[in-house]
């Protein structure tokens, strides 16, 4: 529910806890499984309501909120297929990387070196403090991602 910025309300004669992790699912299927897991119906439930900009901090809570459900999807899967996602999100740091390298338009740096510029300290920060609580295999796991992500940072 939280990757998919749906909100749900369980009715108070439900208890405990239900956890399922899905995987691009539509959000009918993600609802009737966990309505069926116990014993339960659903139905939407419209709210109209003026749009609230979010401060800083939520826009802030929100996007940690994301980054750790990410990586607890990842953590959840079995060791082959999370070395094949730690690759492909290898392959795209780098490939950012060397599309940061092209030239842009009248000596500027280009999208891609921008959005590095931009987002990369960031990336780099958050990813710093996330590795640092995690085990020492989590980190050798995760420690290929990291030097291309710091490479891409220092622009080899």
Same mark, same amino acid.
Request: hydrophobic share 40%; net charge positive; with cysteine.
């Given at each position: 529910?939280?990757?998919?910025?749906?909100?749900?309300?369980?009715?108070?004669?439900? &208890?405990?806890?239900? &956890?399922?992790?899905?995987?691009?699912?539509?959000?009918? /299927?993600?609802?009737?499984?966990? =309505?069926?897991?116990?014993?339960?119906?659903?139905?939407?439930?419209?709210?109209?309501?003026?749009?609230?900009?979010?401060? /800083? &901090?939520?826009?802030? =809570?929100?996007?940690?909120? @994301?980054?750790?459900? %990410?990586?607890?999807?990842?953590?959840?899967?079995?060791? =082959?297929?999370?070395?094949?996602?730690?690759?492909?999100?290898?392959? @795209?740091?780098n490939g950012w990387a060397q599309a940061?390298?092209?030239?842009?338009?009248?000596?500027?740096?280009?999208?891609?070196?921008?959005?590095?510029?931009?987002?990369?300290?960031?990336?780099?920060? @958050?990813?710093?403090?996330? &590795?640092?609580?995690?085990?020492?295999?989590?980190?050798?796991?995760?420690?290929?991602?990291?030097?291309?992500?710091? %490479?891409?940072?220092?622009?080899?």
């Amino acid at each position: 529910m939280t990757a998919s910025g749906f909100i749900a309300v369980a009715s108070t004669d439900l &208890t405990g806890a239900v &956890t399922c992790a899905f995987d691009k699912a539509p959000i009918n /299927d993600v609802l009737d499984k966990l =309505a069926a897991s116990v014993s339960a119906k659903w139905q939407p439930v419209y709210t109209l309501s003026v749009p609230r900009v979010l401060s /800083d &901090t939520e826009v802030e =809570a929100r996007q940690d909120q @994301r980054f750790m459900s %990410r990586w607890a999807q990842y953590w959840a899967k079995p060791p =082959a297929e999370r070395a094949q996602d730690l690759q492909q999100q290898i392959d @795209r740091i780098n490939g950012w990387a060397q599309a940061a390298k092209e030239p842009g338009q009248n000596g500027q740096p280009n999208g891609a070196a921008r959005g590095l510029q931009r987002m990369g300290p960031r990336m780099l920060s @958050r990813m710093n403090k996330y &590795t640092a609580a995690l085990s020492t295999a989590q980190r050798d796991e995760l420690k290929p991602m990291m030097q291309a992500l710091a %490479r891409a940072m220092a622009g080899n």
